[in-house]
């Protein structure tokens, strides 16, 4: 497995509460991504990253914010929130012109 | 934009059949074409890209630039291959972000 994690794995959070999600890699690759799965509609592309401070929305971004201050560092935050924004949030990491890996996920529940 | 259609939201075949999970993409360029798969509450996992001509755990793709197709084949499915299948594009030309279907669920009946 290439080597990404993400942390926390699970989390409950209440409504209008701030939360960050962590994705780190140990592969050095270029980009970075975040998506979400939900039933029904596949995975959406949120934002990702193409290098230390670059960083761009992808289809659904509004709610959610995201900083790269280091190469092996993507972490995803919930500036406040929602209900609608429970959901399996996958990182994934690439090279240029290379497959695309997926971190665990980590399962949100907002209260 | 592009777009990713599969029209399959589950897939029901008995073990030794024939399986065919369609996909049909919409794009004006030249993309790349994927297939993930997801087995149960693990992470998703490349099973062919369509510049590698590989055959994976026996499944096949072929792009169909004139009906913009990736269908993914198997000749026998077997039990093991009940997971969730994604297919996906990214647009190429140095952009690398991947566009997903919305997943066909298949199902292997013993």
């Known amino acids: 497995d290439a080597g990404i994690t993400q942390s926390p794995r699970h989390k409950v959070t209440e409504t209008g509460t701030p939360v960050t999600l962590r994705c780190h890699q140990t592969?050095?690759?270029?980009?970075m991504y975040w998506y979400r799965q939900d039933p029904g509609h596949g995975l959406r592309l949120i934002h990702y990253s193409y290098g230390v401070k670059d960083t761009d929305k992808g289809e659904v971004s509004d709610g959610y914010s995201v900083s790269r201050s280091k190469t092996e560092d993507f972490l995803l935050t919930l500036e406040s929130a929602t209900s609608s924004q429970t959901s399996v949030y996958f990182c994934?990491?690439?090279?240029?012109?290379?497959?695309?890996?997926f971190g665990q996920g980590t399962r949100l529940t907002v209260v | 934009a592009q777009r990713v259609t599969q029209p399959e939201k589950l897939l029901s075949v008995f073990k030794g059949a024939p399986v065919e999970l369609k996909c049909n993409y919409s794009y004006s360029g030249s993309p790349e074409l994927f297939w993930y798969v997801q087995y149960s509450r693990q992470r998703l996992q490349l099973l062919l890209r369509?510049?590698s001509r590989e055959s994976i755990k026996g499944f096949t793709a072929d792009l169909n630039k004139g009906e913009t197709s990736f269908h993914l084949k198997k000749p026998f499915a077997q039990e093991e291959d009940s997971a969730m299948y994604y297919c996906?594009?990214?647009?190429?030309?140095?952009?690398?972000?991947?566009?997903f279907g919305k997943g066909t669920k298949l199902s292997v009946i013993p």
């Open positions: 369509h510049i």
């Open positions: 994934a990491i690439s090279a240029e012109g290379t497959e695309a890996f």
């Open positions: 592969e050095n690759h270029r980009y």
């Open positions: 996906a594009l990214t647009p190429g030309a140095g952009s690398y972000q991947l566009t």
